[in-house]
């Protein structure tokens, strides 16, 4: 069985969540594998990070040079190159950074690559059996993956669940020296933070949130209304912010805001995980869409099969209704 | 600028309802309404600024068959001015790496000074633009929302999280993938489909891009997909049934009870 390592995502000395997630991943894989996790950086916090990750490995390598201060993709990748023996299978996340580094490192380390594996079923023979989802999440699919010559396996995030902790039991290598000299034709600048919009849709108890099923710029008024009546704010999907109809500081998802409401109405939205990912706190989900089969439904609380145009409307008059009795 | 633009054409989620077909093992294709990858056409409106910009030639390329010449008119139509068919049986079957082959093939044969690609398409595999590059030996960065053109180099923003952008200087030639939103793409009339109906498409096969057989098509194909499913239901929603006032009456005491209404 193919050694099997994981890429630890960290930012100012936190590790992601992703770390653990990865462990449990790659036990799905192999029963019995201890795998490897691997940490690229710069500077002191490294130890520390290392450190922490004892407990779900049984080996950290640490990776520390000066040109992995900024986890730039293409070095990354260069770095992973030198280290990794080869026929090994990596486990990235699925997030921005693994978008930009495994497809690339597939390719270097002339192994296949499984793009967003949202489970692992086990392994038959050479073959690695997965579980992904096509079209925004509608339909889930098999995907057998021939892993004689290793892989790099992205893994959605939140995919899986995070283990008990262990002891700290495990060692920390510092394989720094083989990476060497590191340079790309890409070069990391800066980080620009998002702008802030009107409306801090982090704020709210409740939110209207609108997709792609609200259609028109001039139905966004529809959504609005309600909001005002129940004293809420309107968030979207990124659909929207892509048609340029609502600022990207109404967008909820993992490029989008994080928000925390009690109440969270999506309406005319799929539901990718994308979007799931920016809804925290179990509030309570009411969806509505036109299409019974929509992902939203299954994480959803309370589901209704209708046009938001029709219903909103409806739901604005009621919350009249009930605010005047009062 | 030599732009070049890799594009797919997809079915369309926004118009069809996605299904399994009755023996479950694939999705229902019967009567998909087909269009160009969402995020293609944004790479496409992306490159024909650039070049309305700083000057150069946009051409769209894509692995497929006859039916796919309807979408390089289309992104023809918005201005592209050369479309190009990357077609053969021996391309049947292939997995990303085997489209990443074949497009990285046909890159070599001309002089394209950036290669764009959408960031996914239907499958959500996101991986093809990597892959090329890696191929080429180019530069690459994915999930771009802005780019703007310097001497030799591109300065492009990455959609990262929390809505932020990560700024990154990039030599040319190089490969980036297009995320939604980077512009407002334009829209395309039946007369500008018509206008370019009878431009030429040429036609690139295995052996005009000196492919192997080994390293395209099924048989080199490491990554294959098995079947399709429905996953077995979690507990899902409560799905709220009657007229549309009972409903939003219903709803509306939800949201009360949920602390959501004073």
């Known amino acids: ?326 | 600028m030599e732009i070049l633009v890799c594009v797919r054409r997809v079915p369309d989620t926004s118009e069809n309802e996605i299904q399994l077909n009755s023996a479950g093992n694939d999705i229902e294709r019967d009567d998909l309404v087909y269009s160009v990858n969402e995020w293609d056409n944004y790479a496409v409106e992306e490159a024909i600024q650039i070049v309305d910009r700083v000057g150069g030639n946009v051409t769209v390329a894509t692995v497929g068959g006859e039916d796919d010449e309807e979408i390089l008119r289309r992104e023809m139509a918005m201005g592209a001015k050369h479309g190009v068919l990357i077609s053969d049986e021996a391309f049947n079957g292939s997995d990303g790496r085997g489209y990443a082959t074949i497009l990285a093939a046909f890159v070599k044969k001309g002089k394209y000074d950036l290669v764009l690609t959408g960031v996914q398409a239907e499958a959500g595999e996101a991986q093809v633009g990597g892959m090329m590059a890696a191929m080429l030996d180019y530069p690459f960065a994915s999930l771009v929302n802005s780019i703007e053109v310097l001497d030799g180099k591109l300065k492009v923003s990455r959609e990262i999280e929390g809505g932020n952008k990560e700024m990154n200087e990039i030599d040319l030639p190089c490969v980036l993938s297009i995320q939604t939103g980077i512009n407002e793409p334009r829209y395309v009339g039946i007369r500008g489909i018509r206008q370019v109906a009878s431009v030429e498409i040429p036609s690139y096969g295995a052996s005009d891009l000196g492919l192997d057989a080994s390293v395209i098509g099924e048989a080199a194909a490491k990554v294959k997909r098995v079947d399709y499913f429905v996953p077995a239901m979690t507990k899902g929603a409560e799905m709220l049934q009657g007229d549309r006032e009972e409903i939003a009456g219903k709803v509306v005491d939800l949201i009360k009870a949920k602390g959501g209404l004073k």
Not at chain 1, 183 to 211: F, Q
Not at chain 1, 268 to 277: E, K, M, N, V
Request: aromatic content about 6%; overall charge neutral; hydrophobic content about 45%.
């Open chain 1, 1 to 326: 069985m193919a050694r099997i390592f994981t890429y630890i995502i960290h930012k100012g000395g936190a590790v992601d969540d992703s770390a653990a997630e990865l462990a449990v991943a790659a036990r799905k894989i192999d029963a019995s594998a201890s795998p490897t996790a691997i940490v690229a950086g710069y500077g002191a916090e490294l130890d520390a990070i290392c450190d922490s990750l004892r407990a779900a490995y049984g080996e950290v390598w640490k990776l520390s040079n000066e040109a992995l201060s900024y986890p730039n993709a293409e070095l990354v990748r260069k770095a992973l190159i030198k280290v990794l023996p080869a026929g090994s299978i990596v486990l990235v996340p699925h997030d921005h950074f693994g978008l930009d580094l495994s497809p690339g490192l597939a390719i270097k380390m002339n192994s296949p690559f499984v793009s967003d594996a949202v489970n692992i079923e086990g392994i038959e023979g050479t073959y690695l059996k997965l579980v992904r989802q096509e079209f925004g999440g509608q339909v889930s699919c098999h995907v057998r993956c021939d892993i004689s010559s290793g892989a790099v396996i992205n893994i959605r995030p939140g995919a899986f669940k995070a283990a008990e902790n262990t002891p700290a039991s495990g060692t920390v290598v510092d394989k720094s020296a083989e990476v060497g000299a590191l340079a790309a034709g890409r070069r990391y600048l800066e980080t620009v933070a998002s702008e802030a919009g009107d409306v801090d849709i982090t704020k709210h108890d409740v939110l209207v949130s609108i997709g792609r099923g609200i259609q028109e710029q001039e139905n966004v008024a529809i959504a609005q209304e309600l909001a005002d009546a129940i004293g809420g704010a309107v968030s979207c999907s990124r659909p929207v912010v892509d048609a340029k109809w609502l600022d990207k500081s109404r967008q909820v998802g993992s490029s989008g805001k994080t928000v925390k409401p009690k109440v969270y109405l999506a309406c005319g939205i799929s539901g990718s995980f994308q979007h799931l990912a920016g809804i925290k706190g179990n509030p309570f989900i009411i969806a509505i869409n036109k299409n019974p089969k929509a992902p939203i439904f299954q994480v959803a609380d309370v589901g209704i099969v209708d046009d938001l145009l029709e219903l909103l409307p409806e739901l604005t008059n009621k919350v009249r209704e009930t605010v005047k009795v009062k």
